[in-house]
């Protein structure tokens, strides 16, 4: 049975990403970033040449992550609303056209149970960030199929 998730385990590594690909690309551009300050002559400028590629991979490595959380979070805010059309009451849901992205990300933890209330408390301003709103959550409703 999978360990309950809460506010202290629930962030996701995915590690083929994080700890195999990202630290090669690295060590990969670190590499060839000494080799430029230790080669002279012609040797410097194809160094050069491998050092932009090695950074070209990393920022499209990044690129692609950002791409997958970006959809990520396009999809957890469809489901939130129509999660809210069921649960909130007609007036609290028009209200929740003002919450941001990052509230109605942080809000998808609560349980049913206790969502309206942690709406009604982030829209009079109570939380100062995402993070508060999810350390509120008393029952943690995980989510296990993120990017």
Partial sequence: MPKQQNYSNHTRWFPLF???????????FLDHLVRIFTN??????????WTVLGLTLILL?????????????????????LRYA????PE????????TKGQIVALRFAAD??????IERTLN???????SIKMAVKSWRADDLRA
Avoid at 86 to 89: A, F, H, I, K, N
């Fill in 125 to 131: 301003g109570e939380f100062p960030d995402t993070k």
């Fill in 18 to 28: 994080h700890f195999v690909v990202m630290p090669l690309l690295l060590l990969n």
């Fill in 61 to 81: 490595a990044l690129a692609a992550r950002l791409m997958a959380l970006t959809v990520q979070d396009r999809v957890i805010q469809l489901e939130e609303k």
């Fill in 40 to 49: 002279i002559g012609y040797e410097r400028y194809e160094q050069i040449g």
């Fill in 92 to 99: 609290l849901n028009t209200r929740c056209n003002s919450l």
């Fill in 113 to 118: 149970d206790e969502l309206p209330s942690l």
């Fill in 86 to 89: 069921g649960l909130l009451t």
